[in-house]
């Protein structure tokens, strides 16, 4: 062990994980057939189509400029792997409370829109068996419903059980993008999608930003810095093997997709499909047929599902995290006495998911192109403006150290360049998902600066005394 290293605390483990564990953690904490039975046809339907591969290759050179600021200021910070962490040590109280509002507004958003996603999901696995057909929101009403209770009592899904199954959705992705390789695709094998023509046909600011929601999660490899060996190597080779494994798998998938289809047929046969997230299984019964179509439409739900739970309870600690620091109203930040959960944050997170789901039932939203599509894109443009806030923290942060570090000062402002323009052009861009300018739906990204001034202001009274906090 380093001997600068933290003395071990109770419960913990140390100096036991190398790189390639902690990239596996990280990795296998997602959900892929989220991402690519929902995300991926809907980036293409309303990016730049077949183009959507080179995204995933932008993305993914992005994040590992980004990756090298990061994985600094991880190790030089406290309490690492935290936004909020890192805004308060570079830029002080006012801007960690409003990126903590951001955060919270950001990842509500993602949660609250899988509810359409797994409304749909299980229509669709139902539907031969149900006459007439299922509407969307009352699956989704019941994965609501068991959703706060586990997540009022604390209860998380088995590690064990989710191995197993997102293990389950990468082979079932993999087998499926090699079966379209070996069957030739449906025009042959080619390059076309990652062709600057193509990349930058449509909106591709619009297929960039939704590229960047499969990424989420990445940056977990940072909490792991107290148990790895020689953390200064273990976790930014960790970050980087990461974002470059996500990248390699999505971009391959969007690849195979693309190809199953055709580069010239693949909006044609996007926009025939009453659903897009019928996508995946239409070209799994093209190219595998049997009984993988049926195993890929349960691993969807039972992933789907995951990922609302995980949602719910990141939602819940944030809320719970900024009640204890007074940013928020001080209920939210009590532990409850006998399962020791964020009950307060958990309500509360169950309650506003109830009411926009509700809103968008009662209005009769699209489950996926409505719901789905929307507040998965206002989460993930707050995502990539909290990365862009990191990146300022970081600059900050080490401009001020000495001695100076012209690698993490360059990436950190190269990050923050990069984060602000794929911003700005995923604002303008938004109206192409809201359907227009003049609806209610492309105004969301105001929720954004709305929410960090709100948490700005917030975080203008003192901080408590940590002793209050339960």
């Known amino acids: 062990m380093d ?25 296998s904490a997602s959900g892929p057939l989220v991402a690519i039975a929902g995300g991926l046809p809907v980036a293409m339907l309303f990016g730049n189509g077949p183009g959507l591969p080179a995204m995933f290759v932008l993305a993914t050179a992005v994040l590992l400029v980004f990756a090298t600021a990061y994985t600094a200021m991880a190790l030089d910070v406290p309490e690492a792997g935290a ?3 890192f805004a308060a040590r570079g830029l002080g109280r006012r801007w960690a409370g409003a990126t903590g509002l951001l955060a919270l507004l950001g990842y509500s958003a993602m949660q609250i829109s899988l509810y359409g ?7 669709g696995l139902l539907l031969p068996l149900l006459e007439p057909a299922l509407p969307w929101w009352l699956p989704a009403l019941a994965a609501w419903g068991s959703i706060a209770l586990l997540g009022y009592r604390q209860v998380d899904l088995s590690a064990r059980l989710l191995g197993l199954l997102v293990a389950g959705e990468y082979l079932a992705v993999l087998a499926l993008g090699f079966c379209i390789v070996r069957a030739g695709g449906a025009e042959g094998i ?8 193509l990349a930058l046909a449509g909106a591709p600011a619009v297929a960039l930003t939704m590229c960047f929601a499969c990424f989420v999660g990445f940056e977990a490899a940072a909490l792991y810095s107290e148990e790895a060996r020689n953390p200064a190597r273990s976790v930014p080779l960790a970050t980087w093997g990461s974002v470059l494994l996500i990248g390699g798998f999505y971009g391959f998938a969007a690849w195979a997709v693309v190809t199953g289809l055709g580069a010239g047929a693949t909006l044609d046969a996007l926009r025939a499909l009453p659903d897009p997230t019928e996508l995946l299984f239409v070209l799994a019964e ?30 819940a600690r944030y809320l719970f995290a900024m009640g204890r620091d007074r940013l928020l109203p001080a209920r939210l930040g009590r532990i409850h006495a006998r399962h020791g959960s964020p009950h307060a944050g958990s309500l509360a997170q169950s309650g506003s998911a109830l009411l926009a789901v509700g809103l968008f039932a009662l209005a009769g939203a699209d489950p996926v192109l409505t719901l789905f599509t929307l507040l998965s894109a206002l989460g993930t443009l707050g995502i990539i403006v909290l990365m862009g806030v990191a990146a300022l923290a970081t600059l900050c942060h080490f401009a001020r ?9 360059a990436s950190a402002a190269l990050s923050l360049a990069s984060f602000a323009a794929i911003a700005t052009l995923a604002t303008v861009h938004f109206d192409v998902l809201a359907g227009g300018s003049d609806g209610p739906g492309a105004r969301l990204p105001w929720l954004l600066p709305l929410a960090m001034l709100a948490g700005a202001a917030l975080a203008r009274r003192p901080p408590p005394q940590r002793a209050g906090a339960r």
Do not use: K
């Open 83 to 85: 936004f909020y962490a």
């Open 117 to 123: 996603l797994f409304g749909a999901a299980a229509r």
């Open 190 to 197: 080619d390059a076309r999608p990652f062709t600057p023509a």
């Open 286 to 315: 093209r190219y595998m047929g049997g009984a993988m179509p049926a195993l890929l439409r349960a691993l969807y739900l039972t992933s789907a599902y995951a990922s609302l739970l995980a949602f719910h309870n990141a939602v």
């Open 401 to 409: 150290a000495r001695p100076r570090r012209p690698v993490v000062l």
């Open 3 to 27: 001997a600068h290293a933290t003395p071990a605390r109770p419960g913990r483990r140390h100096a036991t994980l190398g790189p390639f564990a902690i990239a596996f953690f990280v990795i």
